[in-house]
C-alpha cells in the first residue's frame, strides 16, 4: 500500500505498550495524519500509561492527562484557549479508550458535541478496561470473558452502539476506522481535521493481552473484524447521510471468534446468535446507508 | 490582568521533558523478526532458475529494462524462451491455489519484444578477463548460453556453426508460427554484441576437433541431435518417406514442398507436432500415428491441444509395421497396441494386442520418433568406462553432472558435452540450463579443479535445484536468498484480490492454418503491468511498506530513498506483526538467541 507523506514520526520508541498493541497502531496512524500542530487530551485509559511516566512522553506533541471523566470537557477548554490566542489552525483531539467514552466520559461527550465544539474526539476501541486489569465496559461484546465476566458469566448483553449515539447528535461528521485499514482511517482523520464542529472517530484498536491472542495476530483480527461484518467501516456526515467504506465477502463470524481466547468458552450455538445479531445489525447499517443487502 | 490571574503563581502543571526513548524495551523480546528473502517456487521449477518473482516485481513497477536484465543474467533468450518455453514456473505458481498462475511466459516474451523494439542494450556485470578461449561447437540454446554465461565469466568464447545461419534447431527445427526468424536473429545479435564471436558454415569434422583442442583452452560440444533414429521396418527408406527434421529445415530455408492429400506423421514429440501443424499450413491434412497413448506424448500438451485445434488428427496404440509404395502412394501398415502396466519412465507399457494389422493408405509418410548424435564423437564419454587400462586420468573426471559432462584425457584439453548430448530432457529452456550448467563448471575446473565442481554448483542452486543461477554464482544479491521455498500458505493472500489472469490475443483458427504467422499476438504494457501485480512476488520484499506501518514500537526504520529497512532491536518487542503481515513472506521470526 502506497501512503505518502506519512513520513513524519510523532511517536517515541521506547513506549511501555504490550507488543502488538492495536492502541498505539492507531495512534501512530491518527498522529501521521494530524500532523504536529495538535493538542492531545488524555483521560485516563491505556494510553495514560503508554504516553509515558512523568518526566517522559512517548508523544512529541502537546498533551494534557485528565480525569477520566472529563475527555469531552477538557477538550471543550483548551479549543477555547486557543480561539482566545486566535489559533484556530491547531486540532483539538480527545484520544479515550472505550472505557472514557462508552461508559465514565459519556456525559462530558455527550454535551460537548451537543454545543458542537471544534474537535475530535477519538475513541481507540479494546472493548473493555485493559489498563486496570480487563474489567468489562459497556463496549465489550456479547459473548466475551473478561475479568468482571469469567466463567459461566461471560457477557450476555450487546455491545453499545457508540457510533449511533453520536449520530443522534446530529453532529458533522462520525465514522468508523480500523487499524488494520490505514489508508480508510488516515482519509478519515484527515477529512475530520478539516471539518469544522464536532467530529467522532471509533477505531477498533485490538488488545492482544486482553483478547487472548498471539501478539503477531493484533492486525489479522482487526481486519477480519471488519470482513465478517463484526465492525464495519461506515462515516456519517450530519447525522443523516451515512456512507459505507467496505463491503465485505462476508467471513462467518465464527472465524473472528475461534481465534481469540476471550470467546473459547462459546458454544456453536452461541456462534449463531451472534452470527443472527451481526447480520441484523448490518442490515440495519444498510438500511440506513439506504443500500439492499 | 496579571493581578486578577492571582492563582496563577499557585498553579503546577508538570510538564514532561524527555521521551521514552530511554527505555530500551527491546529487553522485552524473545521473539526475533528479520527480514529474510526466500525462493519462490517458480523460480526452481524454472530450468534456467530464472528471478520470476523479481521479474514480475520489477514489471509491476514498470522497471521493463530492469526485468528483462534481470532475465538475462539467467537466461540469454528470454524472446525465444517467452514463446517456446513449456513454462513449468506457471505449472507451480503459488497464484494457482488462489485463483489462477500468472502468465508468466507471456511478461518474458512481452519484455523481449519491448527490449527489441526499443532497441535497449543492456548493462550486465562481466568479470575481468580471463585470458582463456573457449571453442563452442553448434550455435543452438545450449552452445548459445554457454557462450553468453563464459563471456560474462571473463572467457572468449567462439561458437563454430556449420550452417549459413545461428540458431541450430532453434532456427531450422521451430516451425515460424511458434518462433520467427526475426525474433531469434535480433537474441543471437544481442549475444554477439556482448563479445562472443559465431563463425558461420564452418563445419567441426573430427580432424578439426583435434585441431580446436590444441588452439583452444577448452571446447564446448553442443552439436545436438540431428540424425533422425531408424524405425527399423521395411520400406522406411522408401519413396515418399522424409524424415520430419529435415522438413521442417527446407520449410525454414524457404521451400515450399507439395503435401496434397494426407501425410501421416509418425512419432508423439514436439517435432512430430510441428511436422503436422505445418503440413495443415500447407494446405495438407495430417494424421499424427503414435504406438503410445496421447497423455504418454513427450511433446507439450498445449501444443498437442494446438494442433487438434487446427486439424491435424491423431490416432493413438498404433505402431508401424511396414511401409509399401502403392503408386504414388504409401501403404502404412500398423499394429495396434495395448497398454499392459507401466514402464519405467511412468508412461504405459505397450505391447501388441494381437489383432491383426491395419492398413492405411497416405500420400507421403514423415518420421519423427526422436534423433541421436550425428557423430560418434559428439558422444560424451559412458559413466563406467574411466579408462582403467590408460594413463591415470585426472581424477573426478569424466565428470558427469545433472546437464553436461566434462572430460579431459590426460591433462589435455578439457572437453565439455551439452544440450541433448547429455540432457534427458530434450528441450530448449533444458539447453540452456546445460550452457550455464556447462560456463560455471568449466570456470570451477579452471580456478580450483576439477574436485571442487560439484560443491561450487550446489551453492548456486535456486533453492533446493536442481536448477542453477548464475547471478549467485557471480556473488550477485541473490545469494541473500534463502534457500527456503515459499509455499501458498506462507503467503498472507489477505493483501491480494482475485483478479483473472491475462487472457493472450491469439489468430483466429481460420488465421492460424493458412499462414506461418506467429500464433500468439503482442500484449500491451498496461495489460503487462496488471498481469505483473497480480504476483505473490513470493519471498521477495517489494517495499509495501506494511512493515514499517504497523509497526507498535516504530522499530522500522529506513533508508534515504525509504528502501533499506532496518529493525532497531534496542526498542523491538518481538510482537511478530511485520512477520505476520508481510504479504509475500519476506520476513522471518526465529527465536532470540540467548544471552
Known amino acids: 500500500m502506497q501512503l505518502d507523506a506519512l513520513d513524519k514520526e510523532l511517536m517515541c520508541s521506547g513506549h511501555v505498550g504490550c507488543p502488538g498493541c492495536g492502541a498505539t497502531i492507531a495512534m501512530r496512524f491518527v498522529l501521521k495524519a494530524l500532523g504536529e500542530k495538535t493538542?492531545?487530551?488524555?483521560?485516563?485509559?491505556?494510553?495514560?500509561?503508554?504516553?509515558?511516566?512523568?518526566?517522559?512522553?512517548?508523544?512529541?506533541?502537546?498533551?494534557?492527562?485528565?480525569?477520566?471523566?472529563?475527555g469531552g470537557a477538557t477538550a471543550s477548554g483548551v479549543r477555547a484557549a486557543l480561539?482566545?490566542?486566535?489559533?484556530?489552525?491547531?486540532?483539538?483531539?480527545?484520544?479515550?479508550?472505550?472505557?472514557?467514552?462508552?461508559?465514565?466520559?459519556?456525559?462530558?461527550?455527550?454535551?460537548?458535541?451537543?454545543?458542537?465544539?471544534?474537535?475530535?474526539?477519538?475513541?481507540?476501541?479494546?472493548?473493555?478496561?485493559?489498563?486496570?486489569?480487563?474489567?468489562?465496559?459497556?463496549?465489550?461484546?456479547?459473548?466475551?470473558?473478561?475479568?468482571?465476566?469469567?466463567?459461566?458469566?461471560?457477557?450476555?448483553?450487546?455491545?453499545?452502539?457508540?457510533?449511533?449515539?453520536?449520530?443522534a447528535h446530529r453532529i458533522p461528521y462520525a465514522a468508523t476506522a480500523n487499524i488494520a485499514f490505514p489508508e480508510d482511517l488516515i482519509r478519515k482523520v484527515k477529512k475530520a481535521k478539516a471539518i469544522r464542529g464536532s467530529k467522532f472517530l471509533h477505531i477498533y484498536a485490538s488488545c492482544p493481552t486482553g483478547w487472548r491472542i498471539p501478539?503477531?495476530?493484533?492486525?489479522?483480527?482487526?481486519?477480519?473484524?471488519?470482513?465478517?461484518?463484526?465492525?464495519?467501516?461506515?462515516?456519517?456526515?450530519?447525522?443523516?447521510?451515512?456512507?459505507?467504506?467496505?463491503?465485505?465477502?462476508?467471513?462467518?463470524?465464527?472465524?473472528?471468534?475461534?481465534?481469540?481466547?476471550?470467546?473459547?468458552h462459546l458454544k456453536d450455538t452461541d456462534l449463531d446468535q451472534i452470527q443472527e445479531m451481526v447480520n441484523e445489525d448490518w442490515g440495519l447499517l444498510l438500511r440506513k446507508a439506504g443500500e439492499h443487502a | 490582568m496579571e493581578a486578577e490571574l492571582g492563582l496563577k503563581k499557585n498553579l503546577y502543571m508538570p510538564r514532561t521533558s524527555v521521551t521514552t526513548e530511554s527505555n530500551k524495551t527491546g529487553s522485552w523480546r524473545f521473539l526475533r523478526p528479520r527480514y529474510e528473502e526466500k525462493t519462490s517456487p517458480c523460480s526452481t521449477?524454472?530450468?534456467?532458475?530464472?528471478?520470476?518473482?523479481?521479474?514480475?516485481?520489477?514489471?509491476?513497477?514498470?522497471?521493463?529494462?530492469?526485468?528483462?536484465?534481470?532475465i538475462l543474467r539467467e537466461n540469454p533468450l528470454p524472446g525465444v524462451c517467452g514463446r517456446v518455453c513449456y513454462h513449468p514456473c506457471e505449472g507451480?505458481?503459488?497464484?494457482?491455489?488462489?485463483?489462477?498462475?500468472?502468465?508468466?511466459?507471456?511478461?518474458?516474451?512481452?519484455?523481449?519484444?519491448?527490449?527489441?523494439?526499443?532497441?535497449?542494450?543492456?548493462?550486465?556485470?562481466?568479470?575481468?578477463?580471463?585470458?582463456k578461449g573457449v571453442a563452442i561447437i553448434g550455435s543452438g540454446p545450449a552452445g548459445l548460453a554457454a557462450a553468453w554465461f563464459l563471456n560474462m565469466l571473463g572467457y572468449d568464447s567462439e561458437i563454430f556453426e556449420a550452417m549459413p545461419e545461428a540458431g541450430g534447431l532453434l532456427r531450422w527445427g521451430i516451425p515460424a508460427y511458434r518462433l520467427p526468424a526475426a525474433v531469434l536473429s535480433n537474441e543471437i545479435a544481442r549475444i554477439e554484441n556482448q563479445g562472443v564471436r559465431i563463425r558461420l558454415s564452418e563445419t567441426v569434422s573430427a580432424s578439426r576437433f583435434e585441431e580446436l583442442k590444441t588452439s583452444y583452452d577448452a571446447v564446448f560440444l553442443g552439436c545436438g541431435y540431428w540424425r533422425n533414429i531408424a524405425l527399423n521396418i521395411p520400406g522406411e527408406s522408401g519413396s515418399g518417406v522424409e524424415d520430419g527434421l529435415s522438413f521442417l529445415k527446407?520449410?525454414?530455408?524457404?521451400?515450399?514442398?507439395?503435401?496434397?492429400?494426407?501425410?501421416?506423421?509418425?512419432?508423439?514429440?514436439?517435432?512430430?507436432?510441428?511436422?503436422?501443424?505445418?503440413?495443415?499450413?500447407?494446405?495438407?491434412?495430417?494424421?499424427?500415428?503414435?504406438?503410445?497413448?496421447?497423455?504418454?506424448?513427450?511433446?507439450?500438451?498445449?501444443e498437442i491441444i494446438s494442433a487438434l485445434e487446427e486439424g491435424v488428427e491423431l490416432r493413438e496404440?498404433?505402431?508401424?509395421?511396414?511401409?509399401?509404395?502403392?503408386?504414388?502412394?504409401?501403404?502404412?501398415?500398423?499394429?495396434?497396441?495395448?497398454?499392459?502396466?507401466?514402464?519405467?519412465?511412468?508412461?504405459?507399457?505397450?505391447?501388441?494386442?494381437?489383432?491383426?494389422?491395419?492398413?492405411?493408405?497416405?500420400?507421403?509418410?514423415?518420421?519423427?520418433?526422436?534423433?541421436?548424435?550425428?557423430?560418434?564423437?559428439?558422444?560424451?564419454?559412458p559413466a563406467e568406462t574411466a579408462g582403467h587400462h590408460t594413463a591415470p586420468l585426472t581424477p573426478h573426471l569424466p565428470l558427469h553432472l545433472s546437464h553436461c559432462t566434462l572430460h579431459q584425457e590426460q591433462q589435455g584439453t578439457p572437453i565439455i558435452y551439452g544440450g541433448d548430448l547429455t540432457n534427458t530432457s530434450k528441450n530448449v529452456t533444458q539447453a540452456i540450463a546445460s550452457?550455464?550448467?556447462?560456463?560455471?563448471?568449466?570456470?570451477?575446473?579452471?580456478?580450483?579443479?576439477?574436485?571442487?565442481?560439484?560443491?561450487?554448483?550446489?551453492?548456486?542452486?535456486?533453492?533446493?535445484?536442481?536448477?542453477?543461477?548464475?547471478?549467485?554464482?557471480?556473488?550477485?544479491?541473490?545469494?541473500?536468498?534463502?534457500?527456503?521455498?515459499?509455499?501458498?500458505?506462507?503467503?498472507?493472500?489477505?493483501?491480494?484480490?482475485?483478479?483473472?489472469?491475462?487472457?493472450?490475443?491469439?489468430?483466429?483458427?481460420?488465421e492460424r492454418t493458412s499462414s506461418f504467422d506467429e500464433i500468439e499476438l503482442k500484449i500491451s504494457a498496461n495489460t503487462a503491468m496488471r498481469e505483473a501485480g497480480r504476483c505473490f512476488n513470493c519471498g521477495i520484499c517489494n517495499d509495501c511498506d506494511n512493515c514499517y506501518l504497523f509497526c507498535p514500537d516504530v522499530c522500522i526504520l529506513r533508508g534515504r530513498d525509504m528502501t533499506e529497512r532496518h529493525i532497531d532491536y534496542d526498542y523491538c518487542k518481538g510482537c511478530g506483526l511485520c512477520v505476520v503481515e508481510c504479504p509475500r513472506n519476506a520476513m522471518t521470526l526465529g527465536e532470540e538467541e540467548k544471552l
Open chain 1, 83 to 167: 480561539d482566545m490566542k486566535g489559533d484556530t489552525e491547531t486540532t483539538v483531539i480527545t484520544w479515550a479508550g472505550d472505557g472514557g467514552t462508552f461508559d465514565i466520559g459519556f456525559q462530558a461527550l455527550s454535551g460537548a458535541v451537543e454545543r458542537n465544539e471544534d474537535f475530535i474526539y477519538a475513541c481507540y476501541d479494546n472493548e473493555a478496561y485493559m489498563n486496570t486489569g480487563i474489567q468489562r465496559s459497556s463496549s465489550t461484546p456479547y459473548g466475551a470473558w473478561t475479568t468482571t465476566t469469567t466463567g459461566a458469566d461471560w457477557k450476555k448483553l450487546r455491545k453499545k452502539n457508540i457510533v449511533e449515539a453520536l449520530v
Open chain 2, 92 to 131: 507451480n505458481c503459488n497464484r494457482r491455489e488462489f485463483d489462477t498462475s500468472i502468465a508468466v511466459h507471456t511478461m518474458e516474451r512481452f519484455l523481449a519484444d519491448t527490449a527489441a523494439r526499443n532497441e535497449t542494450k543492456p548493462v550486465l556485470e562481466r568479470l575481468p578477463p580471463k585470458g
Open chain 1, 215 to 264: 501478539s503477531e495476530m493484533s492486525i489479522k483480527i482487526a481486519r477480519m473484524a471488519v470482513q465478517t461484518n463484526i465492525f464495519p467501516l461506515y462515516e456519517v456526515e450530519n447525522g443523516v447521510n451515512y456512507t459505507i467504506n467496505y463491503k465485505p465477502k462476508e467471513y462467518l463470524v465464527r472465524e473472528y471468534f475461534k481465534l481469540q481466547g476471550r470467546f473459547r
Open chain 2, 250 to 302: 527446407q520449410l525454414r530455408q524457404g521451400a515450399k514442398p507439395d503435401v496434397r492429400g494426407v501425410s501421416a506423421v509418425i512419432g508423439g514429440g514436439n517435432t512430430a507436432i510441428d511436422v503436422a501443424r505445418s503440413i495443415i499450413r500447407l494446405g495438407g491434412r495430417a494424421v499424427i500415428v503414435y504406438r503410445r497413448r496421447r497423455e504418454d506424448m513427450p511433446a507439450f500438451d498445449e
Open chain 2, 317 to 381: 496404440l498404433l505402431a508401424p509395421v511396414q511401409i509399401a509404395a502403392q503408386g504414388s502412394d504409401c501403404i502404412l501398415t500398423l499394429q495396434q497396441m495395448k497398454v499392459e502396466g507401466r514402464d519405467r519412465d511412468g508412461r504405459g507399457r505397450i505391447a501388441a494386442d494381437g489383432t491383426s494389422p491395419v492398413e492405411i493408405s497416405v500420400q507421403r509418410v514423415f518420421v519423427a520418433t526422436g534423433a541421436a548424435a550425428a557423430e560418434t564423437w559428439h558422444e560424451p564419454p
Open chain 2, 45 to 70: 521449477a524454472c530450468p534456467a532458475g530464472e528471478d520470476i518473482a523479481r521479474i514480475e516485481m520489477l514489471i509491476t513497477q514498470g522497471a521493463f529494462k530492469e526485468a528483462w536484465e534481470t
Open chain 2, 435 to 510: 550452457g550455464k550448467q556447462a560456463a560455471m563448471a568449466l570456470d570451477t575446473f579452471f580456478q580450483s579443479g576439477a574436485g571442487t565442481i560439484r560443491e561450487r554448483l550446489s551453492g548456486c542452486l535456486v533453492g533446493e535445484g536442481p536448477s542453477l543461477s548464475m547471478e549467485i554464482y557471480m556473488h550477485g544479491p541473490r545469494k541473500e536468498r534463502k534457500t527456503h521455498i515459499v509455499s501458498h500458505q506462507e503467503i498472507n493472500t489477505d493483501y491480494f484480490q482475485f483478479e483473472p489472469r491475462v487472457i493472450q490475443p491469439r489468430l483466429l483458427i481460420e
Open chain 1, 39 to 70: 493538542v492531545m487530551v488524555l483521560p485516563a485509559c491505556c494510553w495514560s500509561v503508554i504516553a509515558g511516566p512523568f518526566p517522559q512522553s512517548s508523544l512529541k506533541i502537546p498533551v494534557i492527562h485528565t480525569a477520566f471523566e472529563t
